[in-house]
């Protein structure tokens, strides 16, 4: 083989990679990760219910395992969603409960964990988590088994937690591994000497607390949790008569409470109230007398402040006055973000989805597909999507669901313009959010569907809707009351497009009388009416005498109509906040322009291209210098003799 053959295989060779390297390029491995990162909801470090501040022991997938898993003590887990009003209604309650049952923490702690974190959704899918917020414990040694994720606690009440906590605890059968856990076993007839109470206790408990018990109560029990950091004192319960009669105790003279010491004196406190604290505080009180202390408490290390919180704040700021400023404006980063967190969250935590839960998700996204607001590669993501689970008609999981949301989303690059709310933004980060953004979501799309000449079916996205929240929507509460005000006003009677808009358009005002003043509500979003006097003074017609000015609004429907319909115009959905407006539907002009260009490059990464392009041509100029001088080539010792034989 000739010499210039030689070389116009190298150079072959070289154009071969060059071509292999553009064609494979798409997204470079090393951005991959990062384009996924973005994909998902940002990580807010602000969200979440509970801070550094309070005593709530935060959890996330990284600290699960190691804090609630075999354990030598037993652990109270919130399961909640940051954006559920139900869960920030209870928030500062359950930081009341970790804040009292701070002093049960060598035997139980006080946690939760944020579902509406995306990191966590595996641990909540596994989990089982059916409703939020949702209250589970788990015992010394727990280690998780299919069907046994904790034992539920059915209330959210204070009082009624500490007792049910402590009925769990004193439950348990395990003591050896934890020389703090008090001895719940209740005082025996044959046990009651001092020598018989104090035997086995090391030296420094000087006195036995005797507490009568009622049945049923856990009153004992929550004492003996609340005097944990005394190491001076052993709390013992007791019910039996004669346990009472031996230390000389006369029950019904309300002598429920005593200290033994050593040498079996008797000294009976009389607690404030017949509640542990009251009786913890009694002990506690006798104690700090005789001038014994509890243990030190160990000092936590506390995270210092987030650097760039004031870069965040102007941000947040200026967002809010955009908003303030062009009251009903409908986002499309708002949409975006509710799509997002559906599909990312939401679905993804479910652990199993089949039976009507699969057909509520089919229709979801069919419809969901038909009016989308994303762009060219949302569209082929929800596409795809639906096309993925209408292949299931048994079940599916939301770990698959999951992978192949992940799989579809790294295959077709960027899908989201925008990575955070604007219209549904909260002056904190806990108000508004996901549930703002999931009405915008749905009024569009019912505005969309009555426009669409080719839809008959007045209920298409009313029966979507219905579907999603009552099956996937992790707002327990407002799901119930959402599927029970369906009901009361006769959803599925609804007999036109443009009565599904204002069927929609009216419950959620009934939604927004009720929730008017409540806690969750943004004093900078104060809930009204919707469409307020000033948006639109035609939707109001005066009222028809003035009494009733007060008691419901005279609304003008055909105008209200009319303004829904212009406020969703897709030509009217603002673009404020889009970082990427080249992945939006654009203009029928830029389409044009833009038509060769994209066909090309469709998925790829355009700099990625001009670099690679920018590589080949260096490459190729090398090439033809090496073919130029051909008596330096012929010295090199490596390639010749392989090229040669190709
Ligand atoms: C189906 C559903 C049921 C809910 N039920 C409850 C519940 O029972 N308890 C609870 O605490 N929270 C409930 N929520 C949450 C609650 O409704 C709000 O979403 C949340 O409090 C945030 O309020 P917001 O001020 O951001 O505005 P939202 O009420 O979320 O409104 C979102 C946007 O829609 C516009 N809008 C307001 N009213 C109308 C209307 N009538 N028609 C058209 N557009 C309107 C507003 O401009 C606003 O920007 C529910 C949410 C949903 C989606
Ligand atoms: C936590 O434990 C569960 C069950 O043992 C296991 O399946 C899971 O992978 C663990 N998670 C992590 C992050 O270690
Ligand atoms: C002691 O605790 C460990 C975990 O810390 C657990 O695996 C073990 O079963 C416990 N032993 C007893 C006797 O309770
Ligand atoms: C408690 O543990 C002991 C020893 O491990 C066992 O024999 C006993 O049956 C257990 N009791 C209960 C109520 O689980
Ligand atoms: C519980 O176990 C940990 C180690 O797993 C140990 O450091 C701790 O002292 C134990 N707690 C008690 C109260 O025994
Ligand atoms: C205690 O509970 C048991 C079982 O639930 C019940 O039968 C009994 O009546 C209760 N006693 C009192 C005093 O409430």
């Known amino acids: 083989m000739t010499r ?61 395992n190691e804090t609630v898993l075999e354990q030598n003590r037993s652990t109270l887990v919130e399961f909640y969603n940051t954006y559920c009003g139900h869960c920030r209604r209870f928030a500062p309650i359950y930081k009341q409960v970790a804040e009292q049952l701070h002093a049960w923490r060598d035997v139980v702690i006080v946690s939760a964990i944020d579902c509406a974190a995306e ?45 049910l906590l402590a009925g769990m605890v004193a439950a348990e059968n395990q003591t050896a591994n934890n020389t703090h856990w008090p001895n719940f076993v209740p005082v025996s007839e044959s046990e009651s000497t001092a020598t018989a109470l104090f035997e086995g206790l090391n030296s420094q408990r000087e006195y036995v607390a005797l507490i009568h018990e009622p049945e049923n109560s856990t009153l004992g029990a929550e004492t003996a949790l609340f005097l944990l950091q005394w190491p001076a004192v052993q709390v ?81 700021n200026a967002i809010i006055s955009e908003v303030h400023r062009n009251k009903h404006l409908i986002y499309q ?16 935590k479910v652990n199993v989805i089949s039976g009507e839960r699969l057909l509520a998700l089919q229709r979801f996204l069919t419809v969901l597909q038909r009016y989308n607001p994303l762009g060219q590669a949302g569209r082929q993501l929800v596409g795809k999507l639906r096309d993925y689970v209408a ?4 079940q599916l999981t939301g770990k698959e669901f999951e992978q192949e949301l992940r799989r579809l989303e790294s295959k077709l690059g960027h899908i989201y313009s925008s990575t955070h709310y604007v219209g549904c933004t909260g002056s904190s980060p806990h108000f508004r959010g996901f549930s703002c953004s999931l009405w915008t979501l749905f009024h569009f799309m019912s505005v969309q569907a009555a426009g669409n000449e080719q839809s008959q079916d007045p209920l298409e996205v009313l029966q979507a809707m219905h579907g999603y929240i009552k ?176």
Not at 269 to 284: D, F, K, M
Not at 306 to 315: A, K, Y
Not at 333 to 348: K, P, S, Y
Not at 539 to 553: M, V, Y
């Open 4 to 64: 210039q053959g030689a070389q116009l295989a190298f150079l072959s060779i070289l154009l071969f990679l060059c071509i292999l390297k553009l064609v494979a390029a798409g997204v470079p491995l090393n951005r991959y990760e990062t384009l996924l990162k973005q994909q998902s909801a940002p990580v807010d470090e602000e969200l979440g219910l509970y801070d550094d501040s309070d005593k709530v022991v935060k959890l996330t997938v990284a600290n699960f």
């Open 119 to 163: 990191e966590n959704n595996g641990v909540c899918r596994a989990y089982e988590v059916m409703g939020y917020p949702t209250l589970r414990y788990m015992g010394p040694g727990y280690q998780p088994s299919a069907m046994q994720y904790g034992l539920k606690l059915e209330t959210q009440k204070p009082d009624e937690i500490r007792s």
């Open 236 to 316: 013992r319960r007791f019910g039996d008569a004669a346990v009472a009669a031996k230390f000389k105790l006369d029950t019904s003279q309300k002598q429920q409470l005593a200290l033994v010491d050593r040498q079996g004196n008797v000294k009976v406190l009389t607690p404030s109230t017949q509640s542990s604290e009251a009786y913890a505080r009694a002990i506690e009180d006798a104690l700090r007398a005789l001038s014994f202390t509890p243990r030190p408490e160990q000092q936590q290390a506390q995270s210092p402040p987030s650097p760039n919180g004031g870069s965040q704040h102007e941000e947040l």
């Open 333 to 348: 980063a708002d949409l975006e973000q509710a799509i997002r967190t559906i599909l990312h969250n939401e679905v993804a």
């Open 391 to 394: 292949q299931f008609n048994q």
């Open 471 to 646: 099956n996937f929507f992790g707002c327990t509460d407002c799901s119930e009351h959402f599927q029970a005000m369906a009901t009361r006003r006769k959803i599925w009677n609804v007999a036109t497009k443009d009565e599904a808009v204002l069927w929609l358009w009216s419950a959620h005002n009934e939604v927004n009388q009720r929730l008017a003043g409540d806690d969750t509500e943004d004093p900078q979003f104060p809930k009204v009416q919707f469409p307020s006097a000033s948006s639109c003074a035609k939707c109001r017609q005066a009222p028809a005498s003035a009494l009733k000015e007060n008691l419901e609004i005279n609304w003008n429907k055909e105008a209200v109509l009319s303004f829904l319909k212009n406020i969703h115009n897709p030509q009217f959905v603002s673009r404020f906040g889009v970082q990427r407006e080249e992945l939006l539907h654009e203009t029928l002009d830029k389409m044009r322009q833009k038509r060769q260009i994209s066909n090309v490059f469709s998925d790829m990464d355009m700099r990625m291209g001009m670099f690679l392009y920018a590589f080949c041509i260096v490459m190729m100029v090398l090439a033809f210098k090496l073919f130029a001088f051909k008596g330096g080539y012929r010295k090199k010792p490596y390639g010749h003799d392989l090229l040669g034989k190709v």
